[in-house]
T-cell receptor
Framework: SQTIHQWPATLVQPVGSPLSLECTVE??????LYWYRQAAGRGLQLLFY??????ISSEVPQNLSASRPQDRQFILSSKKLLLSDSGFYLC????????????FGNGTRLTVT | SQQGEEDPQALSIQEGENATMNCSYK?????LQWYRQNSGRGLVHLIL?????REKHSGRLRVTLDTSKKSSSLLITASRAADTASYFC???????????FGKGTMLLVSP
């Protein structure tokens, strides 16, 4: 069966520090991969998605970047964190089929101080 | 904005009662999905309804879709305290490969 791993679960970082969040998927190949951010009490905002290695689409301009160095690995990064980067970050995967649901990781709670 | 609306924002009921949550969207869609999120956790997929379907059932869940009104509803029957969570609708826009999420409904079921 397929599983998705996302870490760390919580992270407290100072303003101006770098960020690296990692997500890996097991049990499937060539998944579509997604990074979402959820502000407190709000819905999910799509940040990046990828349909293949090295293919990254960005939904909103921001202080973050994403990379997909391997088929089942998706990394969210920042060179210098801002206070506004605080939030709950969720990685998800789906088969390359528009009528399949997303499968989410357990999320990373990021607090920028 | 591509976001729609969910209502109510919060719903408080007693165990055994039914809970209905509504979702509206603004675009043509391939499908609409409902997810559940327990506090501080990732989202879990509940049910997917395609644009050519009008109603779908899964256990105590019933989802309807009205594409002419661009709206959907989720009904949870005979609710339990364990149903306490936030519920989100999400729609797959026609021609896109990403989901847009609503802002969610926070459901509290009291014993």
């Amino acid at each position: 069966s397929q599983t998705i791993h996302q870490w760390p679960a919580t992270l407290v970082q100072p303003v101006g520090s770098p960020l690296s969040l990692e997500c890996t998927v097991e049990g499937t190949s060539n998944p579509n991969l997604y990074w979402y951010r959820q502000a407190a009490g709000r819905g999910l905002q799509l940040l990046f998605y990828s349909v293949g290695i090295g293919q990254i689409s960005s939904e909103v301009p921001q202080n973050l970047s994403a990379s997909r160095p391997q088929d089942r690995q998706f990394i969210l990064s920042s060179k210098k964190l801002l206070l506004s980067d605080s939030g709950f970050y969720l990685c998800a995967w789906a088969p390359g089929d528009y009528n399949s649901p997303l499968h989410f990781g357990n999320g990373t709670r990021l607090t920028v101080t | 904005s591509q976001q729609g609306e969910e209502d109510p924002q919060a719903l408080s009921i007693q165990e055994g009662e039914n809970a209905t949550m509504n979702c509206s969207y603004k675009t043509s869609i391939n499908n609409l999905q409902w997810y559940r999120q327990n506090s501080g956790r990732g989202l879990v997929h509940l049910i997917l309804i395609r644009s050519n379907e009008r109603e779908k059932h899964s256990g105590r869940l019933r989802v309807t879709l009205d594409t002419s009104k661009k709206s959907s509803s989720l009904l949870i029957t005979a609710s339990r305290a364990a149903d306490t969570a936030s519920y989100f609708c999400a729609w797959m826009n026609s021609g896109y490969s990403t989901l847009t999420f609503g802002k969610g409904t926070m459901l509290l079921v009291s014993p």
